[in-house]
């Protein structure tokens, strides 16, 4: 019997040893890994299969000691992981402390950037071909970019394609094309990528020419020059000119991307031409896993396997309700009762739980692909013409749009409605995924409203408050299950916020969904014999300045509470006010994320490490009120 192999590969040079049969039996090792893995967790899945034997093919291609990799979107990094000295710690990947989900600089000399929006990796990859070109040009260096045909629509990437012909002399782009990003990708570029793919005349002169490659020995041959360049004549006549040429990129491909003898015969090929190039490979994402095959959508991201058995398995289902499903319900009840609403999103269909938002208003969904500018700008168009757009993207992704949001929508005051998913701690996605910077960059645009909810119950009537205001609104909520506060409502009013109980010794001002475990910690204290009230703010934008104001007057102190960068967030803006109005807030604590990037880790654990669970609140208050002196009891006598 074989010994396993990957056990044995603890740096790239390890493949050079292997033969051809040797790295497909790795592939299947690799996958059996994967597969093992959400088995256990959450993790990006399908992605990953699909890029196994690229990944391989890769290492053996190049040195990337030496060499220059950089994987876009970083959620396909994981046979790039197992194969560069980190596989006895794979089984910690996505956990608090463990192996990051995406690049990691700090993990591995392998791993540049961490890439975990789509786009830039053209950008930086040619970045380093022109800084190794002006230092280090004797070294003689390539710059391998791989990247999705989800993600190639992007603006970014050719703005990085139309600069590459002066600068991009060692730059190598990899287009992995799965016809995915993480739904179905949508748009022209996709036409036109499937047209190059699907074009039966070139796809059968491809494979005549793959099966003449393999019989010719090695690289440099002039038999093979010559079927290169016949090979490029037959598809400029055929395609009828390709824009990536007219760009000034030598173009070869497409070729099957899980067969690595043609994957390494073409790397080998590629880094031996001049100027920039790209080589489009064919992948199946999932491939190798048949329900990842079958479903790709479902398995990009899969919960965690309750059973396997062969190739047919059982997913955990949850029966927990989050704020992305509430989202998703409001969105679909507002487009039932108005028909100007429309709802845009960067191909988050999935990710945003839109599908039968989609199925059931097809005329008015508007999937852009992975453009949010063009999608900010695209909803301020429709905003012009009386439309009511909502643009349902990530708190992350939205920071691509930033000029568009300034630009388009608060600049002309239009009311575009922004519902900002995984507004705070994206978990497990870490730094490049937490939606921590939004309430900082939005609030500082005049006409723009910003609000988020203190539970689920009040999302649906934001949004119905944001669809009938007459400017730009932003709601944030979190990757988190729901909670609902017992109470009687009030109604949601500009810059009004929710007074659920007053404190005399304190008060708990939280902008959010943390409210539930304010009030859980107020109750707490109250046990203590410390009168803590709790308000829920709902508008970080315009600030409910009576009542925090009269909270900082008549309470011992005042707690504020943001799953957010407390630079410019919410806390600020309490500052701020109190400055303005000649108060003292010398006995004002802000919570929230202070001047870091928090790791990745389940959401629970990160709040605590924050000083954001029960425990943390309560701490911060027993401490103001000591400061006080408003404390009846010693706090040794009190424990959580």
């Given amino acids: 019997m074989n010994q396993p192999l990957l056990p044995s590969i603890t740096e790239p040079s390890d493949l050079q040893k292997l033969s051809l049969p040797q790295l497909e039996r790795l592939a299947v090792e690799i996958r059996e890994v994967l597969c093992n893995l ?35 979107t970083g959620h396909q990094i994981y046979p790039h992981k197992l194969i560069t000295g980190r596989y006895h710690e794979f089984r910690t990947i996505r956990t608090k402390g463990g192996l990051m989900g995406y690049p990691n600089p700090a993990e591995s000399e392998f791993d540049l950037f961490m890439t975990g929006h789509a786009g830039a990796s053209i950008s930086t990859a040619l970045g380093l071909a022109s800084g190794d070109d002006l230092v280090r040009r004797s070294e003689n260096r390539h710059s391998v970019a791989v990247i999705g045909d989800g993600a190639f629509p992007s603006g970014v990437v050719f703005e990085a394609l139309n600069n590459a012909r ?35 005349m070139y796809t059968g002169f491809k494979d005549e020419v793959a099966k003449i490659l393999g019989r010719v020995p090695l690289l440099g041959d002039p038999t093979e020059r010559f079927l290169v360049q016949l090979k490029e004549a037959a598809k400029a006549g055929l395609s009828g000119g ?19 003898g043609l994957l390494k015969k073409y790397l080998k090929m590629v880094r031996r031409t001049e100027g920039p190039v790209l080589l489009h490979v064919v992948t199946e994402k999932g491939h190798g896993f048949e329900p990842a095959e079958a479903d790709p959508v479902l398995y990009h991201a899969p919960p965690q396997i309750e059973r396997r058995e062969g190739p047919r398995v059982t997913l955990k289902k949850s029966s927990a309700s989050s704020y992305t499903h509430v989202a998703a319900d409001a969105i679909e009840a507002q487009l039932r009762k108005n028909p100007r609403a429309t709802v845009l999103t960067a191909a988050m269909c999935q990710g945003n739980k839109l599908e039968k938002v989609r199925d059931l208003f097809p005329e008015r969904f508007f999937d852009t692909g992975i453009c949010e500018a063009h999608t900010v700008a695209f909803a301020a168009g429709q905003a012009k013409v009386g439309l009511r757009p909502i643009v ?29 998913d995984r507004g705070g701690l994206a978990g497990p996605d870490g730094p490049t995924h937490h939606g921590v910077f939004d309430l900082a960059y939005l609030r500082v645009f005049p006409n723009m409203v910003v609000m988020s909810p203190g539970d689920a119950l009040e999302l649906p009537a934001m949004l119905e408050f944001a669809l009938e205001f007459p400017g730009p609104c932003a709601i ?8 609902e506060i017992a109470r009687d409502m009030a109604d949601i009013q500009l810059g009004k916020s929710e007074v659920l109980r007053w404190g005399g010794d304190g008060c708990l001002v939280c902008y959010g969904p943390l409210v539930p475990r304010c009030l859980e910690a107020a109750e707490l204290l109250a046990h203590e014999g410390l009168d803590v009230g709790v308000v829920n703010a709902r508008f970080l934008k315009p600030l409910d300045s009576e009542v925090i104001l009269r909270a900082i007057r ?17 806390g600020s803006a309490v500052l ?14 802000r919570l929230g994320i202070p001047d870091i990037y928090v790791e990745h880790g389940e959401r629970d654990e990160l709040l605590a490490d924050l000083g954001l669970d029960v425990a943390g609140i309560v701490r911060a208050c027993r401490e103001l009120a000591a400061l006080a002196g408003s404390v009846p009891l010693p706090f040794s006598q009190k424990t959580l």
């Fill in 38 to 72: 959400i088995a256990c967790r959450s993790a990006h899945f399908a992605s990953n299969l699909g890029v196994v034997e690229l990944c391989l093919a890769l290492h053996t291609a190049f040195d990337f000691r030496h060499d220059r990799l950089i994987w876009d």
């Fill in 166 to 200: 002066r600068q991009g002399s060692k730059l190598l782009v990899i287009l992995n094309d799965n016809r995915m990003s993480i739904c179905p990708r949508v748009g022209g570029v996709a036409d036109y990528l499937d047209r190059l793919r699907m074009n039966p």
């Fill in 242 to 260: 390709m824009i990536f040429e007219d760009l000034g990129f030598r173009y070869f491909g497409p070729i099957d991307g899980h067969n690595i």
């Fill in 392 to 420: 349902d993207i990530y708190s992350t992704f939205l920071q691509r749009a930033y000029d568009h949001i300034f630009q388009e929508v608060a600049l002309q005051n239009l009311p575009v409605t922004f519902m900002l």
């Fill in 476 to 483: 944030r909520y979190p990757k988190a299950p729901t909670a």
């Fill in 554 to 570: 008549e309470c011992g102190f005042v707690v504020t509470l943001e799953e957010a960068a407390l630079a410019g967030g919410f």
């Fill in 576 to 589: 701020e006010a109190a400055a303005d109005a000649g108060l003292d807030a010398s006995r004002v604590r």
